[in-house]
């Protein structure tokens, strides 16, 4: 069973960039479809970005592309979100999520298994 660890987050003023990291232990030989979700206050969690177990394609929502970008770090087991752009809609806690989809990533949360615990990123005007 793998476990998910989030950090990176924090306050940024719209415009300005974040860097999240999502590191993986335990099962890390496999290799995981791995996905960044959001949920905001009174919302529903929603997909951001994914990236796929083999091929390494990449997947976002509309409201990111062009903004974000999700790559892996193999030698440290890590998948990174790189957000650019920030607006202050962006404000959400982001998880990390992982799963054994051969193919394209799933952009549901119930296609995933594993998920860390959320990290809190806040866009202020």
């Known amino acids: 069973q793998v476990q998910l660890d989030e950090s990176g987050g924090g306050l940024v003023q719209a415009g300005g960039s974040l860097r999240l990291s999502c590191a993986a232990s335990?099962?890390?030989?496999?290799?995981?479809?791995m996905g960044w979700f959001r949920q905001a206050p009174g919302k529903e969690r929603e997909f951001v970005a994914a990236?796929?177990?083999?091929?390494?394609?990449?997947y976002y929502s509309d409201s990111v592309k062009d903004r974000f970008a999700i790559f892996r770090d193999n030698a440290k087991a890590t998948v990174l979100l790189q957000m650019n752009s920030l607006k202050p809609e962006d404000t959400a806690v982001y998880y990390c999520?992982?799963?054994?989809?051969?193919?394209?990533?799933?952009?549901?949360?119930?296609?995933?298994?594993?998920w860390g615990q959320g990290t809190q990123v806040t866009v202020s005007t």
């Open positions: 335990g099962g890390t030989s496999i290799r995981y479809a």
């Open positions: 990236i796929s177990r083999f091929d390494g394609s990449t």
């Open positions: 999520a992982a799963d054994l989809t051969i193919g394209a990533p799933k952009s549901r949360p119930d296609g995933y298994v594993y």
